[in-house]
C-alpha cells in the first residue's frame, strides 16, 4: 500500500501543477521580465537621450509575455528605416534570455510539483 500512496501523493501534486500552471507561467515571465529581459534590451538599446531605454518595459498574462518599447521612434530603431540601418535591441534581448525564461517556468513547475 506504500507504493500506492506515494503515487497517489503524486499524482495530486501533479494535478494542482498542472491547474496551477498558468499563474506559474505568469510569475515567471514577469520575473524573467524584470530581471532578465527589460535590462538586457535596455543594456542593448542606441542611447542618445534615453528616451528609448526609458521606455522598455514588458507585460506578462498567463497566456503570453511581452517585451516591448514605447518610443516613439522604436520600431525605426529595432527594424530599421529606408534611411537608416536597423539597430535591434528587443530581438537580441530575447534570444539572449530566453533559455533563462524556460528555466524559469521549469523551476516554477518543479517547485510546485514538490
Do not use: C
Not at 525605426?76 to 524556460?102: D, F, H
Amino acid at each position: 500500500m506504500k507504493g500506492a500512496d506515494v503515487f497517489k501523493r503524486r499524482l495530486g501534486s501533479i494535478r494542482r501543477a498542472v491547474e496551477n500552471a498558468p499563474e506559474l507561467f505568469q510569475e515567471a515571465g514577469e520575473e524573467w521580465l524584470e530581471q532578465d529581459a527589460i535590462p538586457a534590451a535596455q543594456q542593448l538599446a542606441p542611447v542618445r537621450t534615453g528616451e528609448l531605454r526609458d521606455s522598455i518595459g514588458g507585460a506578462a498574462n498567463e497566456q503570453q509575455v511581452r517585451l516591448f518599447a514605447t518610443a516613439e521612434h522604436a520600431r525605426a530603431v529595432e527594424e530599421g528605416t529606408s534611411k537608416m540601418a536597423a539597430q535591434p535591441y528587443l530581438a537580441p534581448a530575447i534570444a539572449k534570455t530566453r533559455n533563462k525564461l524556460s528555466a524559469r517556468i521549469r523551476t516554477k513547475l518543479k517547485d510546485h510539483l514538490k
